[in-house]
């Protein structure tokens, strides 16, 4: 069982980080800020995905002012990224963000931090002192040298230097993130600095890189992180669609049986026992299952060797047999049916038991909300 590590709750517009509260799935747009279609039409999708919170790049004046029409047409928070320009972070506060992402060390002087924090505490936004080991300030680095799996010492002062600067001005609405592109780098710095602070924590391995390398990186950092315990939110990083980025963090959780959305797929690899086109199938039946809500279990295997056993302990499933498949509900035979039907007949019956899940949910929650019982 995971303990989780006590930390301080924040609130990042409707969504807590910190304290108990469910640890969040983030992702970062890459349209131009600017770009206010373009910019929703991302973060809908991201929406859809299960997002919980969206950040996005500000660069300039005129994209803290997209903030304001982005934020009408979204319903997940929204946070600022902002480098060197303290203007930047004041004006994505004043067009509505719902939290910035700053390393208070590059605004430019004490005075620009304190406009800054008055600011957050005006319109009562979280910060997140964001380091990464490519930012640390150059005395830091002389000091500790530059961060490695064995000293990490650099980016938790770094990070610690930046929080006590915004807590000098009264401000403590902060999370932290110390990312590096090395992995036992991450899992050390995190491991440290939960130790020395109870501000949130948003894991992440910077620049992790592509679909592959990315997800098997994050995967075993902030895995092995999470499993004990740290860490509040977090970003899986990719070269790729960011809805991506949300789908390799939900399956993340779900493997850490932290936090489940959607179906659950098990597919077999195959093999020289695989007699029908079990690759199409599984990639048909995967994407497919990213437009599910329900939690289910969903089989595709190869064989009638191993095939059954799998797909009987599913809510549906498929094993394959030679030009035929036979689908399993609940354990039981379902239906055998030609290879050229099978995906129709299979998606359509998926499709009907997602809906019959979530009418149950609806009906569930308004139960809940009228306060009804279970006859007796
Ligand atoms: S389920 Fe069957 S086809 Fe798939 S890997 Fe196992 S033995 Fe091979």
């Known amino acids: 069982m995971i303990i989780r590590r006590k930390t301080r709750s924040i609130q990042v517009g409707k969504v807590a980080v910190g304290g108990n509260s469910t640890i969040s799935v983030q992702s970062m747009t890459n349209t131009d800020t600017k770009n ?104 830091l680095l002389k000091k500790h040298g530059y961060p490695t799996p064995e000293n990490s010492a650099a980016l938790i002062e770094s990070a610690m230097r930046n929080v006590r600067l915004l807590e000098k001005h009264g401000y403590h609405e902060i999370k932290i993130s110390i990312k590096s592109s090395d992995v036992l780098t991450t899992i050390n710095s995190y491991q440290r600095l939960s130790k020395t602070t109870d501000y949130p924590l948003h894991l992440g391995v910077t620049e992790a890189g592509g679909l592959i390398a990315g997800t098997v990186k994050s995967s075993v950092a902030l895995g092995i992180l999470l499993s004990q315990g740290i860490g509040d939110t977090f970003r899986i990083s990719l070269t790729r669609d960011p809805v991506e980025e949300v789908r390799v963090g939900f399956e993340l959780l779900r493997s850490l049986k932290i936090r489940e959305r959607g179906p659950e797929l098990i597919s077999c690899p195959t093999c020289g026992r695989t007699r029908i086109d079990l690759f199409t199938l599984a990639e048909e039946v995967e994407r497919f299952v990213q437009t599910m809500e329900s939690p289910l279990k969903v089989a595709v295997m190869g064989c009638i060797v191993n095939g059954p056993g799998e797909a009987r302990q599913a809510d549906i499933g498929i094993a394959g047999g030679n030009g035929v498949g036979i689908i399993f509900k609940k354990g039981e035979i379902w239906r055998k049916v030609p290879e050229n039907e099978l995906l129709e007949i299979f998606l359509a019956e998926l499709k009907k038991m997602d809906d019959e899940g979530q009418k149950e949910r609806n009906s569930a929650h308004l139960d809940k909300r009228e306060g009804r019982r279970e006859p007796f």
């Open 36 to 139: 206010v279609q373009q910019t929703v039409a991302q973060i809908c999708r991201l929406q859809e995905a299960g997002c919980d919170i969206v950040r996005v790049a500000v660069l300039d004046l005129e994209a803290a002012a997209a903030i304001r029409a982005i934020q009408e047409k979204i319903s997940i928070p929204l946070i600022a990224d902002i480098h060197f320009d303290s203007r930047l972070a004041v004006a994505a506060m004043e067009s509505g963000a719902d939290g910035i992402r700053i390393n208070p060390g590059n605004l430019g002087g004490e005075e620009k931090v304190a406009l800054v924090v008055a600011a957050a505490k005006q319109h009562r936004i979280p910060i997140r002192v964001g380091v990464n080991s490519g930012s640390i300030e150059k005395d």
